[in-house]
């Protein structure tokens, strides 16, 4: 059994409400098991997470980048930078920002790089636009049509009303796609 941690900072629930559908996706696939973990519950167990084969890592945009929690928790991991303790673990990342583009990419970047740092091996998003197969854009998964990793844009309303069908699908494959390659892991 594989072990996977979805590791997400959500200052107002946006974030949060999409990791939770990533995490849905990522339990239709068996053989792995998903944890969802706030950036807190990830800090508080640093030591522990050592025992996960992969991570999957959410933050909101802020200001063109990762939040300064996420920002935090990143450099919080320097003691297991320094061993190269996540070496060769499995790594992935989602953003939500509230404009169309927002600047997301450099969140997502700044994923990689954290990741990269790490030794990690980054999965990037391989769900194909579906607006490219006639699907209504809102309804289309990978919408935005991003390949590092999962984006969706949430507008100004509770979490719940936020969100187009689009990206919440885009969550769901994301999910399955990430617990898919860490199951065929050898
Ligand atoms: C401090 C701050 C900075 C933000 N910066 C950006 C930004 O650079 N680009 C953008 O599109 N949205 C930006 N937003 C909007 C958020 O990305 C958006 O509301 C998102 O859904 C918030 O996610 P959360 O509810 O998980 O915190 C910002 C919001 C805050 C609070």
Redesign the pocket.
């Known amino acids: 059994m594989k072990k996977l941690a979805i590791i997400v900072h959500?200052?107002?629930?946006?974030?949060?409400f999409f990791a939770k559908h990533v995490l849905e996706g990522a339990k239709n696939i068996q053989g792995v098991t998903t944890d969802l973990l706030t950036i807190e519950e990830a800090t508080q167990k640093m030591a522990q997470l050592g025992s996960y084969d992969g991570f999957i890592f959410g933050s909101?945009?802020?200001?063109?980048s990762v939040s300064g929690p996420f920002k935090t928790f990143m450099d919080t991991t320097g003691g297991i930078w320094q061993k190269q303790e996540w070496k060769d673990k499995f790594a992935a990342g989602f953003t939500?920002?509230?404009?169309p583009s927002?600047?997301?990419q450099t969140t997502l970047i700044t994923l990689i790089v954290f990741a990269a740092q790490h030794g990690m091996l980054w999965i990037g998003n391989s769900i194909f636009p579906e607006t490219y197969l006639g699907v209504k854009a809102e309804d289309a998964a990978n919408r935005l049509g991003s390949y590092l990793g999962a984006m969706a844009q949430?507008g100004q309303d509770a979490?719940e009303k936020s969100f187009v069908s689009g990206d919440l699908k885009t969550a769901k494959l994301f999910g399955e796609r990430v617990a898919k390659v860490l199951a065929a892991k050898g």
């Open positions: 959500s200052g107002y629930g946006h974030t949060q909101p945009t802020y200001m063109g939500v920002s509230g404009s927002g600047d997301k949430a979490p």
